[in-house]
T-cell receptor, first 110, second 113 residues
């Protein structure tokens, strides 16, 4: 157990819908990273927050957005969902430069 | 941006033998190189990492080497055991690990009994 928690574990929704994924970092970690894992694209960095502020953007689509709240938990919002958005979404938090991953949310778009 | 290439995509070795997985990176600004192990349906787990001021690091049966000049780093697993079967990912990042990581495509390691 890495200490990073994510909810929900599974999410099934329809094209065009909007969903919110939630992540709580390990106690004391200020950075949260979001990654997407799919069969064709592999593990891809989406976005990073540090102490409530956006720090870096990776391959994140404009339909996706994220935020980090004062209690340091983070939410990833995915809108206008397409079939190709079906994937595992991981968040990670970091301590001394090492990133520890949560259990992931499996999103299925039908 | 950074590009990480990983080889081979599948590696089958006999139990007790050694396994080597190789990665190359493109961005000379990268200075942090972690390796993750992922079992089916589970989270990626950090198994070892190396920073650019070090050429080699060892942790029991696992070692990682880094050649900054060639932009090449490798994972070595000795005395492989059935529980080593998993997908292994290399990654590269800047900022000493504080930045988002760029991952390789993964190596499916199969340990044959």
């Amino acid at each position: 157990d890495s200490g990073v928690t994510q909810t929900p574990k599974h999410l099934i929704t329809a094209t065009g819908q909007r969903v919110t994924l939630r992540c709580s970092p390990r106690s004391g970690d200020l950075s949260v990273y979001w990654y997407q894992q799919s069969l064709d694209q592999g593990l891809q960095f989406l976005i990073q927050y540090y102490n409530g502020e956006e720090r870096a953007k990776g391959n994140i689509l404009e339909r996706f957005s994220a935020q980090q709240f004062p209690d340091l938990h983070s939410e990833l919002n995915l809108s206008s969902l397409e079939l190709g958005d079906s994937a595992l979404y991981f968040c990670a938090s970091s301590f001394q430069g090492q990133q520890f991953f949560g259990p992931g949310t499996r999103l299925t778009v039908l | 941006g950074e590009n990480v290439e990983q080889h081979p995509s599948t590696l089958s070795v006999q139990e007790g033998d050694s396994a080597v997985i190789k990665c190359t990176y493109s961005d000379s600004a990268s200075n942090y190189f972690p390796w993750y192990k992922q079992e089916l349906g589970k989270r990626p787990q950090l198994i070892i990492d190396i920073r650019s001021n070090v050429g080699e690091k060892k942790d029991q049966r696992i070692a990682v080497t880094l050649n900054k000049t060639a932009k090449h780093f490798s994972l070595h697993i000795t005395e492989t055991q059935p529980e080593d079967s998993a997908v292994y990912f290399c990654a590269a990042g800047a900022g000493g690990g504080a930045d988002g990581l760029t991952f390789g495509k993964g190596t499916h390691l199969i340990i044959q009994p």
